[in-house]
């Protein structure tokens, strides 16, 4: 005889009759579907999820970066992400559905800076992810290279001609080449923008996305002075660690969306481009 608590529970989430009960010694880091544990490759030969870089046939390209325990992060020398996600409540320990929680430093994977970030006015004014302007974040732009043998430099800048009136570009560098975001580590000798590319194109442009390969746009010797140039008119969203591999350069239109977290300097973002 059936409880009634138990046929409504029965009712409300009848996958959990159907799933096997063996217990698991860790909960996570093991993301379910990027690995296929034998004793689920043996029962459900179908049910592997598809992970894709590209949808629609080509249409739209995932330009995020999937969140790994072994993402280079923002923490000085050698670091990477670890641990952010955990599954207190599991199926495997009897909850009736697991349930997931999250504990990332904003500024991991591909994020945006919000003003706030290097300003500390900014930041008690107000100005955080929540104010940034989604029309900046979403339309057409440009994916451009980089010369590969520099930091983006004023220089640099010049040499791109990107025309007046492009409000969005995307900076692909040798941060690319080098696969620095498939690093397990962080590495300073990232390529980004000194102090005086961050002006040339404050003074210089009409971008005001500015989306960079690594997890920071400004190079690790112009730190803050870059980010400075960049965020004080509080009209240029800076979106970092961007996933450019195999994309032809040229005109998209851009899809940036990031998390409305009140009070936050910063945000992880997903990012698409269509074609
Ligand atoms: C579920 O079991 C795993 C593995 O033993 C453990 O790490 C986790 O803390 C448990 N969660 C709960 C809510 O008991
Ligand atoms: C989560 O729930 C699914 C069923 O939806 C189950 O197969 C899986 O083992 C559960 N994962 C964990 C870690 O308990
Ligand atoms: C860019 O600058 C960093 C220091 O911030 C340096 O380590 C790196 O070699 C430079 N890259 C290029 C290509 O000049």
Redesign the pocket.
Known sequence: MISLPLLLLLILFPFSTTTTTS?????YPTIPGTTVTSASASQTENLTPIRREVYGGGKILDITHRFTNDLPAWDGEDANLGQFLW????M??G?IANFSKLKLPMHSGTHVDAPGHVFDHYFDAGFDVDTLDLEVLNGPGLLVDVPRDSNITAEVMKSLHIPRGVRRVLFRTLNTDRRLMFQNKFDKSYVGFTRDGAKWLVDNTDIKLVGIDYLSVASWTDLIPSHLEFLESREIILVEALKLDGIQPGIYSIHCLPLRLLGAEGSPIRCILIK
């Open positions: 217990a698991s010694s860790v909960a599954l207190p409540l599991s495997k320990n909850s």
